[in-house]
């Protein structure tokens, strides 16, 4: 059966390869996004190829517009069966700069911003008893502390406790909660010089076991997974995909 699948910050990087799968696996996406030209382009490369998605702007800062888009959702196509929370930011602010406004910015989006768009899609999921929400976390939550970056690593591990909280929490309802932790993954966060490894990120892949650093498609295939029928005995879990570098010898 098609699947209606929201996913957040989907015109780009992780977000779009994992829009393209769902649609692939024919579900029907709902593509959302600040970057609006990015998010469309999404939209038409998924009708171009004979699938089904639409483009609606969503800022997960807002509840507001969280709970109207899934309103709205719901109405047109009768349900949400599948979140993919994977909106996020990852500014590089020395301790010294790192003020409540910069704090809560980071906070605002790559923890609420994933709560906001889960809890009005919880009641009508719990009336259907169908659910899979898989949220994103980041090897700098699960296991790395990431300097210069500490809200980020603080906000990731938050999605680790929320994944659990909201995993057994919404067990009995028929809804799977789990989230994915990627290591380096070549998208505009990875490259952006300013905030992260910058362009040259494959040199990343000498200290990676598998000897690359990954592709947004990597990831988005664990997700599809997540959010399918073969992990329907999964929930409350944070799966590191990351060609091996957190269990290598570096
Ligand atoms: P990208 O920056 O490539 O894409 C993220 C998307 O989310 C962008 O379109 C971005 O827009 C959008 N976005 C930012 N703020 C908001 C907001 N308030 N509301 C809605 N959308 C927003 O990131 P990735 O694809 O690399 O990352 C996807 C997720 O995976 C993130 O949560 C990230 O932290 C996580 N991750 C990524 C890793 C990597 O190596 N790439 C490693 C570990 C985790 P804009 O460009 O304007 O900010």
């Known amino acids: 059966m098609t699947d209606v699948v929201l996913i957040t910050g989907a015109g780009i990087g992780i977000g779009r390869a994992a829009a393209l799968a769902f649609a692939a696996a024919g579900h029907h996406v709902v ?19 004979g699938g089904r998605a639409e483009f609606h702007r969503l800022d997960v800062r807002s509840t507001e517009a969280a709970d109207a888009l899934v309103a709205d959702i719901e109405a ?30 980071t906070l605002d989006i ?30 700098m939550g699960v296991a790395y502390g990431w300097d210069e970056h500490v809200h980020y690593s603080a906000a990731k591990a938050g999605v680790v406790g929320l994944v659990r909280g909201l995993g057994v929490e919404l067990a009995r309802d028929g809804i799977r909660v789990n989230g994915v932790a990627p290591g380096y993954i070549r998208t ?10 910058g362009p040259d990120a494959d040199k ?28 329907r005995y999964m929930t409350g879990q944070v799966v590191v995909v990351d060609g091996g570098l957190l269990v290598g010898r570096y």
């Not at 009508?124 to 898989?134: E, F, L, Q, S, T």
């Open 31 to 49: 593509v959302t996004d600040v970057l609006e030209p990015e998010g469309r382009a999404v939209v038409a490369e998924i009708a171009a190829a």
């Open 76 to 105: 047109r196509h009768g349900r949400i069966d599948i979140i993919v929370a994977n909106a996020g930011i990852a500014h590089k602010v020395p301790l010294p700069e790192l003020s409540d406004d910069k704090w809560d910015h």
């Open 110 to 139: 790559d923890l609420k911003g994933i709560f906001r768009v889960i809890r009005p899609a919880l009641p009508g999921m719990k009336a259907r008893r169908k659910g899979a929400i898989v949220a994103l976390s980041s090897i």
């Open 188 to 197: 505009a966060q990875l490259l952006s010089k300013e905030h992260s490894v």
């Open 204 to 231: 990343c892949g000498e200290y990676i076991p598998m000897g690359r650093i990954g592709e947004p498609e990597d990831i988005a295939d664990v997700i599809l997974f997540l959010a399918s029928d073969a992990a």
